[in-house]
């Protein structure tokens, strides 16, 4: 999808850079070529998230870039895979870019098309661009989760998130210098985006360390993401409003009665048969 603002930042920025070449068409393709690297890009943590068997529906195409809405296993390989594949795509149009440049050069573009061999010069840059800033360890940017992932195999999924989320705020401090030194005012509303970003981040491990200590109950664990339910009336009736714990009372509200044929990870946040959650066949919900 792309987003309303995108067309008004399109022609802003296209205006801007007007007078690099000798029509503003080659402008145009200019922009187009950058948000087509940004969504490749994306792609790529997309088919790896369906790779890793996540969920991945939906790419959203802004003036900063684009998003990914990416939905991996709740497990540290998976995450770590989803996220890394989108500068492995940067990485692999690198080689690509540089060899049609060499070959432009040799068979006279540069001469012929002067501007064909500056906007292929510009994608170069802009996919390079691309790159260094995503890798930067800063949450929510490709480095940063990428980071969040590696910490998940030592420090577990909370704490891995605190310490990226607190990294990010460090780098938030960085970018908010270099916007009052460049006078950019991009690169202080992408500094105001990194701090919300960080600050949901930090409180999102906040609340993944509790959950972490919550008691569970042995017998069953999420289809999805393997986590065993916590113990408590963590679900909610969706006739009566009244909070119960769906495999204590065998997938039937105890208010009202309801029978819940599937029931939501906690964790992972899934949907998932409520009789695919037991690891023994002495559970058998009513249906």
């Known amino acids: 999808f792309l987003h309303w603002s995108w067309f008004i930042v399109a022609v802003y920025q296209i205006q801007w850079r007007l007078g690099r070449y000798s029509s503003f068409l080659w402008n145009v393709l200019e922009y187009l070529a950058l948000f087509a690297i940004v969504t490749m890009h994306e792609l790529g943590h997309s ?11 939906q790419i959203v195409l802004w003036p900063l870039g684009g998003v990914a809405y990416v939905d991996p296993p709740q497990r540290p390989g998976a995450t770590l895979w989803s996220i890394a594949a989108g500068p492995l795509v940067n990485i692999v149009l690198l080689p690509v870019l540089t060899l049609l440049i060499i070959l432009s050069r040799f068979s006279g573009l540069v001469e012929a098309v002067p501007d064909a061999y500056a906007l292929l010069s510009a994608i170069w840059i802009m996919n390079l661009l691309v790159l260094v800033f995503n890798l930067l360890p800063i949450y929510p940017l490709d480095g940063g989760q990428i980071l969040r992932s590696l910490l998940w195999f030592v420090l577990g999924r909370a704490r891995s998130l605190s310490v990226a989320s607190l990294v990010g705020f460090a780098g938030v401090a960085g970018l908010v210098v ?4 460049s006078h950019s005012i991009w690169i202080g509303v992408i500094a105001a985006f990194v701090a919300l970003s960080c600050w949901r981040g930090f409180q999102s491990a906040r609340v993944l360390s509790k959950m972490d200590r919550l008691a569970r109950r042995t017998g069953f664990s999420c289809p999805s993401c393997k986590a065993a339910p916590p113990i408590g009336a963590f679900w909610v009736c969706g006739l009566c409003r009244n909070a119960f714990d769906i495999f204590e009372s065998g997938a039937v509200c105890p208010h009202c009665h309801a029978r819940f044929p599937a029931s939501r990870c906690v964790d992972c946040g899934r949907l998932s048969p409520t009789q695919e959650w037991a690891t023994f066949s002495a559970f ?4």
């Not at 058998?284 to 249906?287: E, F």
């Open 284 to 287: 058998t919900p009513p249906l």
């Open 178 to 181: 270099l916007a009052l030194y």
């Open 47 to 57: 088919l790896a998230c369906r790779q890793a068997g996540g969920r991945a529906n």
